[in-house]
């Protein structure tokens, strides 16, 4: 069910299902666990120039733990080329998404939609395969509800049934083609099946060798590999994936360097560039568009009562173990576009439920930063 977030927050969302929220959903009201937070491998993956760019002049928040990298601009709306940027730590640095990759496979299936080779009242229904993890669609479920599912809801199967629908590999070519930095090669399920050890007929008996060495493949030979894990991922359950997640983070096999090894990854430079050329439904047709606006709109996370004059606001957020992203589209009323993605990973703080309770502060210092980039 669907229920406001508390705090400055107006987007709603779902409680988490699972003990573990790892995908966003609910701001659930628990107290904090902290760890010491292990190190990255040294020199995490970076892609693209580096940035050189003022940082925000607010601190971030005293919550915030781990590494933070944080890119926002402000961009011609009709050459899509920032005018003026803002960037904390390194702005080309590569970071797993989480739930934040949802709105390119939302836009996808939409211009199939308008392609003809699906209608928005088209239905799919969630199998044992294809079910992911927590919450999921009962029954057969429209094309429509599935979008807004994916996104207000971050409902994990709703947005695995879209990408199946469209093609796991012509996603990927389609997003590494607009964004070279980018990378979404796996469902939700198939990434989450193979960080448990599930995924062995692929990886190896050892998952982080396995996983470690899939993130190193040429672009073409992991794709050939995401999709045998998309295919070892549809041999067990939802539930038992979920299982064997609980049981990974808490236990003695994790290893944080699998965040970016099999998640979707890109860097905040990169994807708020990409962003700033999704989020406001360009390229789609009237019906799919109005579509695509309306569920972002809603999506997570924006200020209840914003300080930030704004037309238009698309946004989408991503929660796991010690991960948070937000990523959005501020439309100014002059016509000028503001675009930002954060990306905090490695954070000291552990369950996702955890880390969403960081969503109001960090949310208040994005819009900190866009206020003083709508400035004149």
């Known amino acids: 069910m669907l229920r406001p977030s508390p705090g400055p927050l107006s987007a709603a969302h779902p409680t988490g299902r699972g003990r573990l929220r790892r995908a966003l959903g609910g701001l659930c009201c628990v107290l904090g666990s902290l760890v010491g937070a292990a190190p990255l491998p040294a020199g995490p993956a970076t892609c693209g120039p580096g940035v050189t760019a003022p940082a925000p002049a607010t601190p971030l928040p005293a919550s915030v733990s781990g590494r933070v990298d944080f890119y926002a601009a402000r961009y011609d709306p009709r050459t899509l080329q920032p005018k003026a940027a803002l960037a904390l730590g390194q702005a080309n640095a590569v970071h797993p998404l ?71 590999v012509r996603l990927a070519r389609r997003v590494q083609q607009l964004s070279p930095c980018t990378t979404v090669l796996l469902t939700t399920k198939a990434w989450w099946a193979a960080q448990a050890g599930l995924s062995a007929g692929v990886l190896g008996p050892d998952t982080g060798a396995g996983a470690l060495a899939y993130a190193g493949l040429p672009f073409d030979q992991r794709l050939q590999q995401a999709g045998r894990l998309i295919a070892a991922s549809q041999q067990v359950s939802g539930p038992q994936v979920e299982a064997a997640l609980d049981r990974y983070f808490h236990g003695p096999q994790y290893l944080p360097a699998l965040e970016l090894a099999l998640q979707n990854t890109s860097t905040p430079q990169a994807y708020t560039d990409l962003m700033v050329r999704t989020l406001s439904g360009a390229g789609l047709q009237a019906e799919t568009r109005q579509l695509f606006r309306r569920v972002l709109a809603a999506g997570c996370c924006q200020p209840k009562l914003p300080r930030l004059r704004a037309s238009y606001w698309a946004s989408k957020a991503g929660s796991g173990w010690r991960l948070l992203t937000l990523t959005g589209l501020v439309e100014l009323p002059g016509g000028d576009l503001l675009a930002y993605s954060y990306f905090n990973d490695n954070s000291a703080t552990t369950d996702a439920e955890l880390m969403e309770l960081q969503l109001p502060v960090v949310v208040r210092w994005i819009e900190s930063g866009l206020l003083s980039l709508a400035s004149p």
């Open 98 to 168: 989480a739930s934040s990759f949802k709105p390119l496979v939302v836009q996808a299936i939409l211009q199939d939609v308008d392609a003809g080779r699906f209608t928005l009242s088209h239905t799919f229904t969630a199998t044992a395969a294809t079910r992911s993890i927590e919450g999921y669609p009962p029954g057969p479920t429209a094309l429509s509800e599935l979008v807004k599912r994916a996104i207000v809801r971050s409902d994990n199967t709703a947005s695995d049934l879209l990408q199946l629908a469209y093609g796991p």
